[in-house]
């Protein structure tokens, strides 16, 4: 029986030795989840304000890209037609015989 009684005794200290030892982590621990909740806090927020930059930057980059689009088109078509200047010259030429339109004498 004093088998049994030291048994009872010995958990019952055990279960007392848990709770202190439990109650001391969680007091020791708890700044440290303050600190990191913190943390994981200001890196959500830095994530939200690097999506919202990408996404602007998204936007700007396809306004760019439009507008380098409509410049270039701007520019290649005053230079195509201006390179069928000399074609279109010379089928003008061939087409029309200048002795004819030149004063006899």
Do not use: C
Not at 26 to 32: D, F, I, L, Q, R
């Amino acid at each position: 029986m004093i088998i049994v009684w030291i048994s009872v005794g010995l958990i019952v200290a055990s279960l007392v030795f848990f709770g202190i030892f439990a109650v001391r982590t969680m007091k020791e621990s708890k700044p440290v989840i303050t600190k990191m909740n913190a943390t994981v806090t200001r890196i959500k927020q830095q994530t939200e304000t690097i999506k919202t930059q990408t996404n602007h930057l998204t936007a700007t980059q396809a306004k760019i890209t439009e507008d380098i689009e409509y410049k270039k088109q701007a520019i290649n078509y005053p230079v195509n037609e201006a390179k069928q200047i000399v074609p279109r010259l010379k089928t003008l030429w061939a087409a029309t015989p200048f002795s004819s339109l030149m004063p006899k004498k």
